[in-house]
């Protein structure tokens, strides 16, 4: 009766490119997120420079005004009314 039990490991079939990428990518994404987690978290401390001098802009920054919210694209323009004879 003990021959007839099979502690063999069963047969698992070896995982194709699609499901290795996939598991790496998942991975990964993963890695990414935690360290985007960890940068909102952990405060990083601030540069010399911009404690000492806060109220003048950078050389590299230019002061822009807000625009006037832009026409929509899918809108179309009005028609003008036809004058009636």
């Known amino acids: 009766m003990a021959s007839d039990l099979d502690f063999s490991p069963p047969?698992?079939?070896e995982p194709t490119f699609?499901?290795?990428?996939?598991?790496y990518g998942l991975f990964l994404g993963a890695i990414f997120q935690l360290?985007?987690?960890?940068?909102?978290i952990i405060p990083v401390p601030?540069?010399?420079e911009?404690?000492?001098?806060?109220?003048?802009?950078?050389?590299?920054?230019v002061?822009?005004?807000p625009k006037a919210a832009a026409p929509s694209v899918n809108k179309r323009?009005?028609?003008e009314a036809k004058?009636?004879?």
Do not use: D, M
């Not at 360290?35 to 909102?40: D, E, G, S």
């Open 18 to 23: 699609l499901e290795n990428l996939l598991r």
């Open 11 to 13: 047969e698992v079939p």
């Open 50 to 61: 911009a404690e000492a001098e806060p109220s003048e802009p950078r050389s590299g920054e």
């Open 35 to 40: 360290i985007c987690v960890l940068a909102i």
């Open 63 to 65: 002061t822009r005004k």
């Open 77 to 79: 323009p009005k028609k």
């Open 46 to 48: 601030k540069s010399h």
């Open 83 to 85: 004058k009636k004879r």
